[in-house]
């Protein structure tokens, strides 16, 4: 059965600042997802790892990801107010003929920029 | 991406009633799922429902209490039945577009008294 683990789970950062959101799993995961969720709104797909190495890069946001260390990161560079969000990541164990899976979540990390 | 919208986008319902939430994407899609979001907290996955076949349940979930239909490739509800105060939750139905891309519903939100 697959876990995920975020940290932290809570982030207070001031602006301009870099800093990183770590996401482990436990087991094998075919593809490690990166979400945004503004209070009271949906989930923003943010970046989608497929491979070991696999880095994407959108704005001041990178995500990474390390399948041998079973390791994401989603790092932040230069942070400004409106990055202030709920950031999930979540694993999927399987593929079938449709696409992927359903999605396990990490606890999500509730970043808060101050200015 | 994809367009979904679900229906009603909140409610507010008694104990012991059901309530059936609709899902409606833009195109065809092969897989759908349906998430609960408890208040404060992460998703976690309900059910698998694919067309032409019974959804999928994960642990903890079970069909009576969450009855889902698909009948055709860009349609699904999710019924809680029986409803208690610990159903209150965001409700997400969400599909895959490709063979990786998953995109989230605006979700239901939902209340019980």
């Known amino acids: 059965e697959l876990k995920v683990e975020q940290n932290p789970l809570f982030l207070s950062m001031q602006e301009g600042k870099n800093y990183t959101i770590y996401c482990n799993y436990s087991t094998t995961s075919d593809r490690l997802y990166w979400y945004r969720q503004d209070p009271g709104k949906s989930l923003e797909s943010l970046f989608v790892?497929?491979?070991?190495?696999a880095v994407k890069q959108e704005g001041r946001l990178m995500a990474s990801l390390d399948t041998k260390a079973r390791l994401s990161t989603l790092h932040i560079t230069a942070a400004v107010h409106d990055l202030s969000a709920t950031y999930f990541c979540a694993g999927s164990q399987g593929y079938s003929g449709g696409g992927a899976d359903g999605l396990t979540f990490g606890k999500g990390t509730h970043l808060i920029i101050q200015p | 991406s994809a367009v979904i919208s679900q229906k009603p986008s909140r409610d507010i319902c008694q104990r012991g009633t059901s309530l059936t939430i609709q899902c409606q994407v833009d195109s065809q899609v092969t897989m759908m799922f349906w998430y609960r979001q408890q208040p404060g907290q992460s998703l976690t996955l309900i059910a698998t429902a694919n067309q032409g076949s019974e959804a999928t349940y994960e642990s903890g979930f079970v069909i009576d209490k969450f009855p889902i239909s698909r009948p055709n490739l860009t349609f699904s509800t999710l019924t809680v039945s029986n409803m208690s105060p610990e159903d209150s939750s965001i409700y997400l139905c969400s599909v895959t577009r490709g063979d990786y891309e998953q995109y989230f519903g605006p979700g239901t939100r939902l209340t019980v008294t």
């Open positions: 790892l497929l491979s070991n190495g």
